[in-house]
């Protein structure tokens, strides 16, 4: 017989339908034609808590810290157990020759499975081996269990996937307990309560520190005013602006007077200055004509989804994994655990499948005119030497993108459901639009050593932006004002004299940081602590991020649980509560490095050079233990 283990119930019963298991539950797991189908419910199996190795680690001594056991403890989870006991006594039927661990396609979803694996003791003359799919659809499952690998083959993503939990559970309860032990007293004083207990966690506590450095910013902001001069200049076709700034020749060059290169401290300097420049001559100097195109943007993972999600739907990070993992149970899309934004060379090949699918099964009319235009103009689907196209850039999985497939769930989704799985669609068939293409035309007017500069600029082919009617930000409307000057600049020529018409005082402010929404966060957690708004420079400059797809949106999800941060509802704005903040004063005066990004990047590093066989386990491990060593070695010193 063949085992097969899937991660929850309706996952199994994909599973039986391709391999025509006859899916009436039998208590826990369906039976026939050869094969035995169950599976988890999420976790079975966790770490014990540290009375479990001795009682009087129950209280909270310093005594009995820094707790680093040898040998580690797990046990079933409770309300669980009967599940539990059900996988086991499967695992262990003597007629099973083929364990198959069909468990989510990652870190995580490793982790789960082998910890049933290591609890139930499996028949030792079965085989294990491990499916890893892309997606719930019958191709897919059949290549997964066709393609599945000896077990052995993910020995070292198991491997990262413990020292993950062993990291978080170490960090967590004895960084938890020194801090609550040693500023517990006064934090519950300050806060008005009897007694008050110190939540840390690896990530958990870097995020906080991440949104309390951005509240303070903000609070701690002066807001300064400067003044810019815009000049309007006029020729036979008709007036045009342009913006003075400061030029190495200029009388206010390296100026006290300047707060940046075109804006002045005083309004009154700008007025003086102006002054010096009237009933003078005006020349063109520099004339420059381009065109200008821009790709449609790369395919989402779950971070990129998750920001578009709250941008768009007001939605919270784990509200949008969990709509995603619907529709990939529901065979609509591929994976949505992924850190990648591009297709592996092998999908790229076979897309067409995921485009006819779409083109004959999905009835919204917005994508059937999409696809109908694709198909009219006879846009390309060869995408192997396009930047969505980079096996180098994936790790487990490639890019979410739509199935073409499983249209016989759609109509049962909800509105915000149907409009997250639209979301995704139209991201992908973006990438085979044509690029937008820009006319631009950039002027520099010289009054004797001072120079003005305009632009113009105007979209002359729509392209990718028919497909994501992208909303424009606060610098692209300004440019749609400054687009009227397109036809005059673009007739004017070098050398020509303008006749200045009159000079405008516009006055600024300089801006505070904005506050993180909860899907930026995700974002800047991604980029180790950097929020990037430029999209490009995002991917370009990605490494090693805080936590990880996985568990992003569920890190965030605890800090509100727990109260060190606030959410709006309507906004998904990010502000921190007054015991959040206190929390982030305790951390920082005690161990600050603890909130510093970098720190938890390197971690999350070390866990992935171990999946890569780069790192051994032990040397991780040794690392580890000396780091909460010496942070302990510091802390008891201060006390």
């Not at 580690?72 to 006991?85: D, G, R």
């Not at 951005?214 to 810019?228: A, D, G, L, P, Q």
């Not at 100097?285 to 989804?305: G, R």
């Not at 805080?546 to 990010?574: D, F, H």
């Amino acid at each position: 017989m063949n085992l097969l283990i899937t991660e929850k119930p309706s996952v199994a019963r994909s599973f039986a339908k391709v391999l025509n298991v006859n899916n009436q539950n039998k208590g826990g797991y369906m039976e026939s034609n050869g094969w035995i189908i169950t599976w988890c419910v999420g976790h079975l199996v966790t770490m014990s808590y540290p009375e479990k190795y001795d009682e009087k680690l129950k209280q909270w001594r310093l005594d009995t810290l820094p707790f680093m056991p040898k040998e580690y403890k797990y046990e079933i989870i409770e309300n669980v157990k009967n599940q539990f006991n059900i996988v086991q006594k499967l695992l262990q039927r003597e007629d099973v020759t083929q364990i198959y661990n069909a468990g989510d396609s990652g870190r995580e979803g490793e982790y789960i499975q082998r910890l049933v694996f290591m609890m139930a003791s499996p028949n030792p003359n079965a085989q294990i081996k491990r499916v890893w799919i892309d997606s719930q659809t019958e191709e897919e499952i059949k290549r997964g269990i066709r393609e599945a690998k000896d077990s052995s083959e993910y020995d070292s993503l198991s491997d990262s996937a413990y020292l993950r939990a062993k990291e978080d559970y170490l960090i967590g309860i004895n960084f938890s307990r020194l801090l609550s032990i040693i500023y517990g007293r006064r934090l519950a004083k300050t806060m008005n309560k009897d007694y008050f207990a110190i939540s840390v966690g690896r990530v958990m506590t870097c995020v906080l520190g991440m949104i309390v450095s951005r509240e303070r910013e903000i609070k701690n902001f002066v807001k300064t005013k400067y003044y810019k001069i815009l000049g309007i200049f006029k020729n036979s076709d008709g007036s045009f602006s342009a913006e003075w700034k400061v030029n190495e020749k200029s009388k206010l060059y390296e100026s006290n007077l300047l707060y940046n290169e075109s804006g002045f401290k005083k309004e009154e300097i700008a007025k003086k200055f102006i002054k010096s420049l009237e009933n003078k001559e005006a020349v063109i100097t520099e004339l420059k004509k381009t065109k200008q195109k821009e790709n449609a943007p790369l395919l989402f993972n779950l971070a990129e989804v998750q920001n578009e999600c709250t941008k768009k739907f007001k939605i919270k990070p784990d509200e949008t994994l969990e709509i995603i993992q619907n529709l990939y149970e529901k065979k609509l899309v591929t994976y949505p655990r992924t850190d990648a934004r591009v297709l592996s060379t092998a999908v790229a090949k076979e897309i067409s499948k995921n485009l006819n699918g779409l083109a004959k099964n999905f009835k919204d009319e917005e994508i059937k005119k999409i696809i109908n235009i694709m198909v009219e103009e006879k846009y390309s689907t060869d995408l192997k030497k396009t930047k969505y196209v980079n096996d180098s850039k994936i790790t487990d999985h490639y890019a979410i993108i739509p199935t073409g497939q499983g249209f016989e769930n759609f109509e049962a989704l909800n509105d915000l459901q149907k409009n997250v799985y639209k979301l995704i669609v139209k991201r992908f068939l973006a990438i085979f639009y044509p690029p937008a293409e820009y006319s631009k035309v950039n002027v520099t007017v010289n009054i004797e050593e001072e120079t003005f500069f305009g632009t113009g600029k105007v979209c002359i082919k729509r392209g990718f932006l028919d497909v994501l009617k992208p909303e424009k930000k606060d610098n692209e409307k300004e440019g749609e004002e400054n687009q009227s000057n397109l036809d005059i600049l673009k007739n004017l020529k070098k050398g020509e004299k303008v006749e200045i018409q009159n000079f405008e005082i516009t006055d600024s402010e300089t801006s505070p940081p904005s506050r993180y929404n909860s899907g930026n966060l995700v974002l800047a957690m991604e980029n180790a602590g950097k929020l990037i708004e430029e999209e490009e420079l995002r991917e370009q400059i990605k490494g090693a991020g805080i936590g990880t797809s996985a568990t992003r949106g569920e890190i965030i999800k605890k800090l509100e649980k727990i109260q060190y941060i606030k959410i709006n509802s309507k906004t998904q704005i990010v502000t921190p509560t007054e015991k959040g903040e206190a929390i982030y004063d305790i951390v920082n005066q005690a161990m600050p490095d603890m909130l510093n990004p970098k720190l938890t990047a390197s971690w999350e590093k070390g866990l992935d050079l171990v999946a890569k066989r780069e790192i051994k386990p032990d040397i991780f491990m040794e690392k580890l233990e000396k780091y909460i060593c010496s942070k302990f070695e510091k802390l008891v010193i201060k006390m």
